[in-house]
Nanobody, 119 residues
């Protein structure tokens, strides 16, 4: 299984950045795909996830600024990040989770991509 994240980098506050995660080795359409982030000294937190059925959930701190989308044919999940703030600075991780009957079947993580937002 591979979750290859790309698109991170250094950006000024108020600008936009788009992350992309390409998945292989999983039945992509059956997975909830998500983006999580971890800032230095903090716990990993949910940024956004999108279920196999298309339901979306965002972390409170990014609502209205970030948009998650998936393309099952390309096996990719993207995160469009607008109006970036310095507090968005973190390593962003792609996640693929498959759940059935409330039981976690699989849970995979990508290697992470660093997003740095300067003030």
């Amino acid at each position: 299984v591979q979750l290859q994240a790309s698109g991170g980098g250094l950006v000024q506050a108020g600008r936009s950045l788009r992350l992309s995660c390409a998945a292989s080795g999983i039945i992509f359409s059956l997975n909830t795909m998500g983006w999580y982030r971890q800032a230095p000294g903090k716990q990993r937190e949910l940024v956004a996830h999108i279920t196999s059925g298309g339901s979306i959930n965002y972390g409170d701190s990014v609502k209205g600024r970030f948009t998650i989308s998936r393309d099952n044919a390309k096996k990719t999940v993207d995160l469009q990040m607008n109006s970036l703030k310095p507090e968005d600075t973190a390593v962003y991780y792609c996640n693929a989770k498959r759940v059935s009957m409330s039981t976690k079947i699989s849970d995979y993580w990508g290697q992470g991509t660093l997003v740095t937002v300067s003030s």
